[in-house]
């Protein structure tokens, strides 16, 4: 049970996971799209960077279960 002072935190923390999988879904989408290369790598470089946050944020959310 999370205690009542970390409610903000693990909201926090969700709403932070919820926004990074769009991120990551909206990436793959215009990575899909474009036809410029350099590009395509950014959009990759950022998923990947998202994915790691992802991992953090589940590490994080474990401390208050």
């Known amino acids: 049970m999370v205690k009542e002072d970390n409610l903000e935190e693990v909201k926090r923390l969700n709403e932070f996971k919820s926004a990074l999988l769009v991120a990551i879904e909206d990436n793959s989408k215009i990575w899909h799209l474009t036809n410029d ?20 944020i589940d590490n994080e959310l474990k401390k208050y279960v």
Do not use: F, Q, S
């Open 37 to 56: 290369n350099k590009y395509k790598d950014e959009l990759h470089k950022m998923n990947e960077i998202n994915r790691l946050k992802l991992k953090d």
